[in-house]
Structure formats: C-alpha cells, structure tokens
T-cell receptor, first 114, second 114 residues
C-alpha cells in the first residue's frame, strides 16, 4: 500500500458526461500529480499541484481540469467525455517538488466511456 | 521532442534467465532517473532511482540499473528472473528545469515462464 488513495476504483460513464476522480495523497505529502495511462499513449503526465497551486502542466486537454484543496486532496474533472478518454488515471504524491523527490502512486481509477 | 524511450515492448523469459531492459532519454541537461514496476492489478512501485554518484544503482528485489551518461541510457538488469517478476516496467526521467514533470517511457511488459 503506497498510502495514496484514489476513488473510485472503476467508473463507467457515457459519452458527453462529466466525472470527478479523487485523490488523497500520503500523509505529509504536499505535491500531487495526475497521469493518464492508455494502451496507445502509455503513461502521460497531465498536471501537478503543490500545496494548492498548479506547478506543472503536461498534455492535459482543455476538457480536463484539476485542483488541490486546502486539505491537500486533489480532484481531476473530466468533461464532455469521449470514447478515447477511456484509460487508467493515476494519482501520485510526493513530499515536495523537484527532481530529488520520489513519487508514490495510487491504485488508479479505471474510466470506461461507452 | 524530449522523451524517454523503452525499446522492448514485450519480453518473454524463462525463470533463471538474465534480464536487461533498455531505456534511453533525450534530455541534454541534468536528469534524475527512475525505474518503476507495475504488477498486474497494482499501482506503480519504485524499483530504484539514480540522482548522482555511483552510476550503478541497486534497487529492491535484486534489480540494478546502470546510468551511462554518454549513451543517455539507464538500463535495468537482473541476473536471474523469477516468475514473480512478471510485470510491466517503466523507465522515467525527471529533468531539471522542466517544471516538475516526471516523464515515463512506454513501458516494457515482462513475462517470466515458470
């Protein structure tokens, strides 16, 4: 158990809908990362937050947004869902930012868009 | 584009065979390197990491990796694999001055036959 909790584990929804994925970081970790894992794209970095502020952005679509709350949990919002958004979404957390920090990953949320 | 490349998509070995998984990165500056493992149905776990110093790093479960700066490589090795090593292996790079992005390779699926 990495200490990073993601809910829900599985989500099935229809095209055009909106979903929210939730991540609780390890106790004491201030930084949260979101990744999308799909068969054709591999593990793609989406976005990173540190202590409530956005720190880095990757290949995140405009239909997707995220935030980190004062209690440090984070939510990834996916809207106007398309079939191609079906993927495993991972959250990771680390104590700080910077290249010398180790990221711990959650179990992921498997999103299926039908 | 700056990236991390894993050359082997799927590797099949028999137990006790030696393993080497290739990883190359394309960042010119200082970069920290990681290998993560994802067992079936589980989250990514850190196997080992290289930040600086001895380019031969040892990780958990008998894995090691060698950082060769001139070749931009960070290959993962294990002298004798076990059936329990069956998993997907991801190489990742954290380039300095890249704004907090841990970039992953496409992953290599390792199947070990008993």
């Amino acid at each position: 158990d990495s200490g990073v909790t993601q809910t829900p584990k599985h989500l099935i929804t229809a095209t055009g809908q909106r979903v929210t994925l939730r991540c609780s970081p390890r106790s004491g970790d201030l930084s949260v990362y979101w990744y999308q894992q799909s068969l054709d794209q591999g593990l793609q970095f989406l976005i990173q937050y540190y202590n409530g502020e956005e720190r880095a952005k990757g290949n995140i679509l405009e239909r997707f947004s995220a935030q980190q709350f004062p209690d440090l949990h984070s939510e990834l919002n996916l809207s106007s869902l398309e079939l191609g958004d079906s993927a495993l979404y991972f959250c990771a957390s680390s104590v700080a930012v910077g290249a010398n920090t180790e990221a711990f990953f959650g179990q992921g949320t498997r999103l299926t868009v039908v | 584009a700056q990236s991390v490349s894993q050359h082997n998509h799927h590797v099949i070995l028999s137990e006790a065979a030696s393993l080497e998984l290739g990883c190359n990165y394309s960042y010119g500056g200082t970069v920290n390197l990681f290998w993560y493992v994802q067992y079936p149905g589980q989250h990514l776990q850190l196997l080992l990491k290289y930040f600086s110093g001895d380019p031969l790093v040892k990780g958990i479960k008998g894995f090691e990796a060698e950082f060769i700066k001139s070749k931009f490589s960070f290959n993962l090795r294990k002298p004798s694999v076990q059936w329990s090593d069956t998993a997907e292996y991801f190489c990742a790079a954290y380039p300095y001055n890249q704004g907090g992005k841990l970039i992953f390779g496409q992953g290599t699926e390792l199947s070990v036959k008993p």
